[in-house]
Structure formats: structure tokens, C-alpha cells
């Protein structure tokens, strides 16, 4: 099999990267330009969309972002503040064996581990999305893996059939409340929730109003995302979720709410919404990102959702 060539993507093969990442294996929206260049420009951050090539032919990649620390050493990391899953991406094989897609993978992942390499990294910290499980090209190579879970919610099946009685009960307090929900893709509005949501904790949100003003200026462009919002019968908003949209599913990347509106269900009644409504749509799931801090695991669980582990390497 011919020789994996990794190089910089330039601003025009940008293009060619976002058709990657719509027809790679296990890919998620989060690698996309329009995407990554928001927390380039938002954030400052030096970031380099490296692509693997055979042939010519794109056929996986990876974009860390980079940072000198203290001068001194040369750290990359395909994770950013509130987003996961950007790398490495490969190509769906084309092969019918079981086998030469095993081998095409090992020697795309295997060119970027030498690449990183050669090129004076320090340290990086790769994070694959769900689904790519095969790490041993770093794993067998010294480098150290770590296993992280999210939580999918199957939109074949009947919602009614798998909820738990607490779900069923938030429902119903929501009911009680007249809480409805409502695609409205309203910047201000979501960043005023997920404000609120950090302030109440004492802490700084990870992400500023302008990178959200950035993103609904995205969603605008392309149909990318969408905002649904639970609000009160005075139309005031009390939580909000913002799904992104995959080829297949949708990933639910921020969710917020307002702490002081302290009836029951208004989280429940979004998902449980969400989940009719992308069902009727022909998303097959949704990626709910919620496995790894035992207070969202422990609610979504009354989903009754597929947990699916994805890994990280450094």
C-alpha cells in the first residue's frame, strides 16, 4: 500500500477537509473550518489542520491547536474549551475486507503519531471521537491511552417505551408549569442562560458572548445547529439546548439554564422533544455528551441511552 504523506492544509483545501470530515468514519461537525476558525479568531489560538494523504487523495487528518509553553516546550491538542472529538479523522475505506480496512487505518494514524513526532511536539493530546477504537498505533508506540464515555440516544426506537418514571414525572411537572419548547436561535438569549449557569457555581464560562455571537452568525449561513428553548407561558426562556448537526446524527453541544426557575422538568422536556423532533427528521441518534460527569449521567440514564466509549491518547 502506498506511503501516507502528512502536510498543512492551506485555506484552499479547506474545502476538501469539510468533505472529509462529512465522509469520514465516526466523524462529528467539531473539525469542520467554519468551526475550528471560530475558536482560532475568538480565542487566539494557533491552530494547524494537518491532512494525511495517499496518492494525492485526502484520506484523513487531524487539527491540533498549539501553544509554546513558557517558550520552552511545543504542546498540541486536538481538544478546546467545550469542544471534543476533533481528531484524528480517516476516510472511510473503499475495501470490503475486514483487514485492509484495519491495515489503511493503522497506517493513516500511524503516519500522523510519526509526523507529530518528527515535528518537535513536546506533548499532544489527541482525543477520537465515538466509534474509532483502535489506538494501538500510539498504545503499541509508548503512548498512554485513556478511555472517556458519552451516551447515545437511539431516535429508531419508541422514546415512550424506554423513559424512567423520574423522566416521566419532570414531564409531567413541566406540563404542570406550562413550560413548552421552541426552535429559536436567539444569541443573546442562549448566552444570558448559559451565564447564568456558571455565575451560580462562581465560576467564569468557558466560552465568551462573541464566540457564540460567531456561532448563531454560523448557523445562519449554513444549517449547522439549532437552538430549542423551554419558556414559561410569559415566553420567558428557563433552559436551552444547542444541537449541532452530523450526517447522521446530532451532537447536543451546551445546555443551559436558568438556576433561579427552580420547578422540575424543563431539562427532561428538552430532550424529550429534541428527541421527536430529530426522529422525525431521519437523524438516526443523538450524541448527548453527557457520560463522564456522574450528575448528567446519572439523569440522561432515565433515557434509557447506549453508553459508547471513545478514547484519548498523549
Not at 44 to 61: A, P, Q
Request: proline share 5%; net charge positive; aromatic share 14%.
Amino acid at each position: 500500500m502506498d506511503e501516507v504523506e502528512i502536510k498543512e492544509l492551506s485555506p484552499s483545501e479547506y474545502k476538501e477537509g469539510d468533505l472529509l470530515v462529512e465522509e469520514a468514519q465516526h466523524s462529528t461537525p467539531f473539525p469542520t473550518s467554519g468551526w475550528l476558525d471560530i475558536y482560532r479568531d475568538v480565542l487566539s489560538r494557533d491552530l494547524r489542520i494537518y491532512g494525511c494523504f495517499r496518492n494525492n487523495e485526502l484520506v484523513g487528518g487531524c487539527p491540533p491547536f498549539v501553544k509554546n509553553f513558557k517558550g520552552a516546550l511545543k504542546i498540541g491538542s486536538s481538544t478546546c474549551n467545550m469542544t471534543d472529538y476533533c481528531g484524528p479523522l480517516i476516510k472511510k475505506s473503499s475495501s470490503s475486507k475486514w483487514d485492509n480496512k484495519i491495515k489503511e487505518n493503522y497506517e493513516v494514524l500511524n503516519s500522523l503519531r510519526e509526523f507529530f513526532c518528527r515535528h518537535g511536539f513536546d506533548n499532544i493530546h489527541l482525543k477520537f471521537p465515538p466509534g474509532l477504537k483502535d489506538v494501538r498505533p500510539f498504545t503499541l508506540n509508548g503512548w498512554d491511552s485513556k478511555v472517556h464515555y458519552t451516551n447515545y440516544l437511539d431516535l429508531k426506537e419508541d422514546i415512550d417505551n424506554n423513559i424512567s418514571r423520574t423522566i416521566r414525572k419532570d414531564l409531567k411537572s413541566a406540563a404542570e408549569a406550562g413550560l413548552k419548547t421552541r426552535i429559536w436561535n436567539d444569541p443573546d438569549t442562549y448566552y444570558g442562560l448559559f451565564s447564568k449557569t456558571y455565575e451560580k457555581q462562581n465560576l467564569k464560562p468557558p466560552l465568551p458572548r462573541k464566540f457564540f455571537e460567531r456561532i448563531f452568525s454560523l448557523i445562519r449561513k449554513k444549517d449547522i445547529c439549532y437552538m430549542i428553548v423551554a419558556e414559561t407561558s410569559d415566553e420567558e426562556a428557563v433552559a436551552a439546548h444547542l444541537n449541532i448537526y452530523g450526517k447522521k446524527s446530532t451532537v447536543t453541544w451546551s445546555t443551559a439554564r436558568n438556576p433561579s426557575f427552580s420547578q422540575r422538568g424543563s431539562n427532561a422536556l428538552l430532550y424529550y422533544n429534541e428527541f421527536l423532533d430529530l426522529k422525525s427528521r431521519k437523524f438516526e441518534y443523538m450524541n448527548v455528551m453527557s457520560g463522564n460527569i456522574p450528575k448528567f449521567a446519572d439523569f440522561i440514564r432515565g433515557f434509557s441511552p447506549k453508553l459508547m466509549p471513545y478514547y484519548s491518547v498523549v
